[in-house]
């Protein structure tokens, strides 16, 4: 209950908000980076630690306001969808 406390009051958000965007901070390095071309928008949201593309499309763009795919189109990667 403390460490919730402190949490919500340090960062002004709950603990799995708090998670999500340290999570999507990485996504977002990993989007535009040379070694994960290769990797789908899926894949990426994996390897930060979504279970599912679509929980990774509403977080990412909870945080950011665009979508994954629009965020590598704008680094122009391929958008593979």
Known sequence: LYTSHLINTHFGM?????????????A????ISEDYINYSIE???????????S??????KKFTGVTPSFYRKQANFPDEE
């Open 14 to 26: 709950n603990f799995n908000n708090v998670i999500n965007s340290f999570r999507i901070k990485e």
């Open 28 to 31: 977002e390095k990993l989007l």
């Open 43 to 53: 894949g990426i949201g994996q390897t930060v630690g979504f279970n599912s593309k």
């Open 55 to 60: 929980s990774f499309n509403n977080a990412f």
